[in-house]
């Protein structure tokens, strides 16, 4: 838009300590991915202050948890109908857990849906051969839906969780309760933890309710 003003970025100590970092890097020094993934780990330690301060910021604690109980539903849907094609896998999971916000918030978790997916396929070769034979359509099996929610909210912890949980509900239901009828709604109910932990917001230091809101 002819309005539009280039963002600067976030601002603060940590903020430009990191930039700093970052401007004297050089792809060809000693030790250089060494010293991008310490530069890396301080720009997110910047991210992790930030949001402390004020969870708010930067609109990323309210789309993410967005998109995670979007990604819930489609665990739900792939659990069910799968997928016809690799292709369609990204797409269709980057357009229903991305959504169509136009914020740098929403972007970033577009790409990082995308790069979700990469790691679940890496993970799982045969998901490939599965969608390619078409034997996909029957639905994805739970331990390929649990790494996808694993990488996506970063936390194993719970993607074991979700599955535990998943096994117990169909014990106590009954054969006749569907999976994938209870699959959404337990983890949708784990977002706000995978989340906050992953923004910082709850570290072993900060657990509970009030870490959350720290």
Sequence with gaps: MGTSTRWKGPSGDRWSSAARRLARWREDSRNADQRL????ADYLRALHETLRADRS???????????????????GSL??????????????LVSEVGG?????????VRRGVAAAVRDVRDRHPE???????????????WDILCDLYQVFCEESA??????????????VVGAA?????ALPKIAESLVPRAV???????????????GAVA
């Design 79 to 92: 659990a069910v109908e799968g997928a016809e094609s690799a292709d369609v896998l990204v797409a269709r």
């Design 177 to 181: 309760q569907e999976p994938a009828a």
């Design 100 to 108: 169509d916000g136009g914020m740098l918030a929403d972007a970033a």
């Design 37 to 40: 993934e310490e530069i890396a």
């Design 127 to 141: 998901l490939d051969d599965a969608m390619d034979a078409g034997a996909a359509g029957g639905g994805f099996a």
């Design 57 to 75: 910021a930067f609109g990323l604690y309210d789309t993410a948890c967005a998109a995670g109980e979007r990604l819930a539903g489609a665990l």
């Design 196 to 210: 906050g932990k992953v923004l910082g917001l709850i570290t072993e230091e900060i657990t509970g309710e009030e």
């Design 158 to 171: 719970e993607a074991t969780d979700l599955a535990q949980a998943v096994d117990t509900a169909q014990s």
